[in-house]
């Protein structure tokens, strides 16, 4: 490491700025690069992110997209401006040290380990079978708020149960009919739901691993929206995640595409949460 790499200047911007940066971005037109150690990231990360300690950041460069606006970030600050003085010493532009880091972050968060969920996405699926889990991932989503609005007694409880499994179902239209565009011969909708994996909702978990993790109140407005935002997080983390180490370009485009729609979903539930 040449010590200039200590002295080249790096933007910082706060939680707040990074957020409101963030908001508008495709997955295509930045990277969220993690610097912590695996067992940081495991308790929480920023969705999306991709995780590469401070301590093989050198020897993981290839790994960087220089295409793309890099917002780096530790646990407070200090590891994350390092980091992005080093890229910066050796030839990377756009980087955005995250100032305050994950504790500042106050914002949406994933959980788990880097390979979470990814038993489901090999990184070696045709566009096809890609399709079809994100599907299956979507339909355990909507069956989960199905079943939630058949048990609550609180009627705007129902009805936001309702009103976000319309949504899922608006997202499996768009999945299948992409299904169909791309494969050779594509199944009819009955045959391709039967081709589905089953048993885990969008980002990877049970809905019931969900529940147990956050504890909410099923019958609060305010709660339900913060279990479809942290879902919606976790399945936009998880997507990246697998477009990430997708060999197929088309799946690896679908994914990078799924990611950028949950992260639209949050911004919808985001303005939900602050009508409530």
Known sequence: MRWKQFFTPVTSLDAEKTREFIKDKTS???????????????????????LIPLPDLD????????????????????????????????GFDNIINLS?????WQGEKAFGSFSQGLELFSGDESIEDTLSVAY????????????????VNNEAAKDLYRNLSE??????????????SVAEKPLSRE????????????GGLTTQEYINMFNPD??????????????????????????????DARSKKALTQLADEERAHLKQLGKLMESI
């Open 100 to 104: 305050g880091g994950y504790k500042g």
């Open 167 to 180: 949504i899922e179902v608006k997202h499996q239209e768009r999945i299948y009919n992409e299904y169909t």
């Open 28 to 50: 295509d037109e930045m990277m969220i690069l993690d610097v912590r150690q695996p067992k940081e990231y495991e308790e929480g990360h920023i969705p999306g992110a991709r």
């Open 218 to 247: 099923l019958e609060s407005a305010r709660d339900i929206t913060e279990i479809a935002m942290s879902i919606e997080a976790q399945a936009l983390d998880l997507y990246q995640r697998a477009s990430d180490r997708s060999k």
């Open 59 to 90: 020897n993981r460069l290839g790994e960087i997209d220089n295409s793309k606006t890099k917002i780096v970030y530790c646990a407070i600050g200090g590891r994350s401006r390092v980091a992005a003085q080093m890229l910066a010493g050796k």
């Open 136 to 151: 299956s991932l979507e339909d355990g989503l909507c069956d989960f708020y199905l079943s939630m609005a058949s048990k």
């Open 191 to 202: 045959e391709f739901v039967k081709s589905m994996v089953t048993g885990a909702v969008e």
